[in-house]
C-alpha cells in the first residue's frame, strides 16, 4: 500500500469548512488533474470526481454534478448506491425526461438547485461545474440569471446545517460552483456573504508532484529492473523539471515516453520533449568542428576582441556539453552579456555565433530594446492581457520562441529598456519560462541569450551633461574596470535589481575600443569588400592603389571612437559615395577597368579615376 497521501491546502480549507459554510466557490487550476488513493495506489482524477471522493470521506451520501452540456447526473463514488441515486434523480425529477425539456437549462438548474439544498434525509452535494458558461456577463444578468442567482443567496442565508450520522455531524446539503475566476459570478453574490467561501485552487506543488511522479514513472521501461538510486534520481529530475506545470501535464509526459519508448531513466528527455513539441535536439546536431575552429572563423568578422572571443567560445562549448548545467534543465542554454563601446563587434559576434550554431546569421532573433522604453511595452514582448487591444496578437518575444526554441535571443542596448520589463528577464534567466498574455507557458530552456550594452561609456557629470567616462586613450584594463562598475552601478542603485546581475555571473564580457592597427585591417577589408562586390555584381573593376589608401586612412581614421560603424561610415562619405559619382559620370559599363589615381578632401571629398587600357592608364 502506498504512503498516506498528503492533501492539498486548499482540500483541506474545503473540508474544514463544509460544517461552517452552505456554500462554496471554487477557482483556479480548476482543469487540471488531482492525486486519489485507489487500489493501494495513486491515481489522477479530474476535479469533480476527486471532489465528490473528498466529500464521500467526509460523509455526503449523494453527490450530483451539473454541467450546461449534460445537465444533472450522479457522481458515482461506489457501485452500492447505483439505485439509490437513480432514485435520487427521479425524485428531483432531474432526468431530463418529461416537462423539463421545455425549459431552458438555466431553469431546470436553479429548480434543481432548490430542491437539492431543502432537501431532508442523507447528506448531499451539488458540484455546479463549468459555472462560468452558467451566465453571460455578470456584470449584467439577464432576468433568469438574475432570478437563479437570488434564489441561490437566499438559500445559502435560510438553510441551516442538520445533525446527521453516528455520531451526530453537522451537515449542510453543499453547493460547490467550479469557475475559471471568482469575477465570473455576481459580485453581490459572493462579496460579503458570509455563508459562502472562495477557495482558489492553486497549481500542484513539487510535494504533489512528488507523489504522482513516484506512481507515474513506475509504468515506463527500465522501471522493474532499476536500483533504488537511479528511481529516486530520476523522480527527482521529474518533480524539477515540471515546476509549474500541471499533474495532466505529468500524465502526458509519461504517456509521452511510453509512445517513443523513453527509459524511465530519460524522463528528464521526455519533459523536454512535452514541453518544447520537438522530439530531436539541433544541440546535439551541432558540428564540433564549427565550435572547435569557432576562434579562427570569428577573428575573421569581429577584430581585436580575441578576449571576447575566447570567452564567448567557452559559454557555447558549456551549452553544447552540458557541464555545469542545472540539474532542473530549465534555464537559458547560456547567457551572456556584452558591454563595451559602440561599433566593436558585440551585434557582430551574436550573428556570428549564430551562424556557427545553426548555420545561418539571420537565425538569430533581435530585440531593440530602446523600443521597449515605455512602461507596457512589455505586452509586446508577452502579450497584451484579455480584454486589451491585440490580445489575440500574442507578444513578439513568446511567438518568436514558441516558432524557434532553438535559437539565438539578442536583446540590443538593454540599458534602454523600461525597468519593468527587465522583471520579465528575471524570470527568463532564473525559472528559463515566460506566461504569455493568453496564458501559455513558453519556455526558453534551450535559448541562448545575449544582452548587450554601452553602459559606461559616458557618465552625467555635477553639471547634468552626459560626458565620456573611457577613450581610445585608455588601457583595456582601465576600460573593463569602469564598465564593470558601471554596469553593476546600473542594476544594483539605479534599477534596483541586483539579481538580475547575479543570474549573468561572470558571463560579462567586455569589448575594447578599436586600437589602430586594428582599424587599419578593418579599413583595408572594407574596401576589398567594396571593390570586389562592385566587380562581382556590375562587372566593374577598380584599383585601389597603396597612394589613394593613404589618403583615404587619414580620412577614415582619424577617429576611433565610433569603432568600425564609424569606420564604415566615414568610408561611405570619402570613398564609397564619390567612388560612385565618379563611374557614373564617367558612363561606366561592364567591362570597364578603373584605378584611383588621387583623393582630394574638402566639404566634399572628390575622387579621380583613370581608365585601364592594356598596360597603361588613361587619365580622366
Known sequence: MTEEIVKPRWVRDLLRYLPLKSQFVLSGNIHDHYPLAFGGTYTAQPLVPSIAAELRDAGFENVIAYDPVHRFRAVELSTGNLLEKADLLRELELDGQGSEQKTTGLEIFSEGLGRIVRRNGAPTALIADFASRIINRPDSLATQEQQCFTRALVLSQEVRARPYGTPSRPFYNTVIWIVDKEGDLPDWFIISNPRVRHITIPKPD????????????????????????SIADAIKIFVENTEGMLLVDLVSICQLCQTEKLLFSRIGDGVRHYKLGVTEDPWMKIDREKIFNGQAR???????????????????????????????????????????PTGVGKTELAKTITNILFGDDSAYIRFDMSEFSAEHSDQ???????????????????????????SVVLFDEIEKAHPRIL????????????TSGRGDRVYFSEAFIIFTSNLGIYRINSDGERVQQVSTEDCFETIADKIRHEVEQHFKLTLGRPEILNRIGENIIVFDFIRPQIALEIFNQMIDSTVTDLTSLQGIKVLVPSEARDALQK???????????????KLEAHFVNPLARALFDEVAKTGSEFVVTNVEPGSVTTIKLGMLLGEGVRWT
Not at 513539487?206 to 538510486?229: T, V, W, Y
Not at 491585440?390 to 513568446?398: M, Q
Request: hydrophobic share 40%; proline share 3%.
Open 380 to 406: 509586446r514582448l508577452i502579450g497584451a492581457p484579455p480584454g486589451y487591444v491585440g490580445y489575440d496578437v500574442g507578444g513578439e518575444l513568446t511567438n518568436a520562441i514558441r516558432e524557434k526554441p532553438f
Open 423 to 434: 522583471d520579465k528577464f528575471l524570470q527568463i534567466l532564473d525559472d528559463g519560462v515566460l
Open 206 to 229: 513539487h510535494i504533489i508532484r512528488r507523489q504522482m511522479a513516484d506512481n507515474l514513472i513506475r509504468n515506463l521501461d527500465g522501471f522493474k529492473d532499476a536500483d533504488s538510486e
Open 555 to 569: 580620412l577614415c581614421l582619424s577617429d576611433l571612437s565610433n569603432g568600425g560603424r564609424g569606420i564604415r561610415n
Open 298 to 340: 570569428i577573428q575573421q568578422r569581429v577584430k581585436g576582441q580575441n578576449h571576447a572571443v575566447v570567452h564567448m567560445l567557452d559559454i557555447i562549448k558549456r551549452a553544447v556539453t552540458g557541464v555545469g548545467a542545472s540539474r532542473r534543465g530549465g534555464r537559458p542554454r547560456g547567457v551572456a552579456f556584452l558591454a563595451g
